[in-house]
């Protein structure tokens, strides 16, 4: 199959939370891209059968066939489509043509018409017309607001990626103009691995080792631009660990981050290796090596994120916790974390609280709780966005009580 010239694919995010085909991928591509700069695209579908070491299964609708120029003017635009971009993958949204050219089954679904229409392919998906409006534009003195959605991952129902969707597509319909942005959140446990790799660019590996039962064991690790890589032990013995600190072989890398979460801290690394060793809690025993530096999860997050510089470019901060009780208090020192720094920028700050029983609560600033009367997460962040929307950004954020919660114990 021939992909000519430039094309440009969109990887949509195929979670369990999403629950979409790709006619729904198809349907919401046709729905939010215009026909500007798509006129004579031949367009393919393929499952993303080639990144199995990803964070995400995916979708790829490709947009092929276009002049270089003009794929990176589709490209621009679509940046701009926060509704669009809230249903694609964090890690890699967008990719090039190399890639899909590897995919199994790629089906072709025809060409764009100049009416928007598409015609002529082996395959049919949905509507099959392009009808997506230009992207919204902000014509505010002063600008319209700059928002970071920072959610950390809600245990048994979402992850970080899942939430900053889910935030992502609430506050594009109840903010259209407003510049929105997102930033996935780790404690130094799971999702450590996505947090680093999907901020900074880095890469994902896979790899197997020798289980503790004999038996081959999978293995995923993360590699970033520093040549660190990223492993998350909460899983793995310390024999398993020591494997996994041999990884990726004969590559030369040195350096490695070990989230160990709530898991065992490992004592030892192999010989020539130096590693930072991330737990939600490090006993004060704990001492640091000349091999091994053990520190704060979330901070090393944040720092490694480069968390404070994208904390600097917006206006409000939104956060996702679970809620202590009905006091206001926060069970949950990653966003203490956040709001941390928050404070320490005077940005605005919006929480979305939750109760283990299913209740929502918004908490602004410093203001006292307000319950949401919902038991869905997308009306929560809906009702969330909405005070949003009617809270001045020109004030600066008041805080009338301190952090209810410590920032850490480690």
Request: hydrophobic share 40%.
């Amino acid at each position: 199959m021939d992909y000519s010239k430039f094309s440009l694919g969109l990887r949509f995010a195929m979670t369990s939370d999403a629950n979409l085909t790709p006619e729904d991928c198809w349907n919401i591509a046709f729905s939010e891209i215009p026909i500007t700069y798509v006129v004579g695209a031949t367009l393919f579908g393929a499952w993303d059968d080639v990144g199995a070491a990803d964070s995400e299964t995916s979708y790829i609708c490709l947009f092929s066939n276009l002049p270089l120029k003009v794929g990176k003017a589709l490209y621009q635009q679509l940046q701009q489509k926060p509704v669009l971009l809230s249903y694609l993958t964090i890690y890699r949204p967008f990719i090039q043509n190399n890639r899909v050219e590897k995919c199994s089954e790629v089906e072709y679904l025809g060409s764009v018409q100049e009416d928007g229409a598409v015609a002529g392919g082996d395959a049919a998906y949905g509507s099959m017309q392009l009808s997506g409006a230009l992207p919204e534009c902000c014509y505010k003195p002063g600008g319209c607001s700059r928002i970071l959605i920072a959610p950390d991952a809600w245990e048994g129902k979402f992850t970080s990626a899942d939430a900053a969707r889910h935030m992502l597509r609430s506050a594009s319909r109840i903010l259209p103009k407003a510049a929105l942005s997102t930033q996935l959140i780790a404690d130094g446990g799971q999702g450590t691995m996505d947090a680093l790799v999907c901020s900074i660019n880095g890469r994902y590996g896979k790899a197997k080792i020798t289980g503790d039962s004999g038996e081959p064991k999978p293995i995923r690790f993360g590699i970033l631009p520093s040549r660190a890589v990223v492993l998350e032990s909460e899983a793995l013995s310390q024999g398993e660990l020591d494997q996994a600190l041999t990884l990726p072989q004969n590559k030369g890398f040195t350096r490695y981050i070990i989230a160990a979460g709530g898991g065992i801290l490992p004592e030892r690394v192999p010989e020539g290796i130096e590693a930072t060793v991330l737990g939600k809690r490090i006993p004060a025993s704990r001492r640091n090596s000349a091999q091994i530096e053990y520190r704060n999860g979330i901070e090393t997050v944040l720092e490694e994120c480069d968390f404070n510089f994208r904390l600097s470019r917006a206006d409000w901060l939104i956060a996702l916790t679970r809620l202590l009780d009905e006091a206001g208090n926060l069970n949950d020192p990653t966003t203490d974390a956040l709001l941390f720094h928050c404070r320490a920028q005077g940005k605005h700050a919006a929480v979305l609280a939750f109760t283990d029983d299913g209740r929502f609560y918004a908490k602004i600033d410093g203001s006292p709780l307000v319950p949401i009367e919902t038991t869905s997460f997308d009306e929560a962040a809906d009702a969330l966005f909405l005070i949003i929307r009617n809270t001045p950004v020109s004030a600066a954020p008041v805080f009338r009580t301190p952090v209810e919660t410590v920032i850490s114990d480690m």
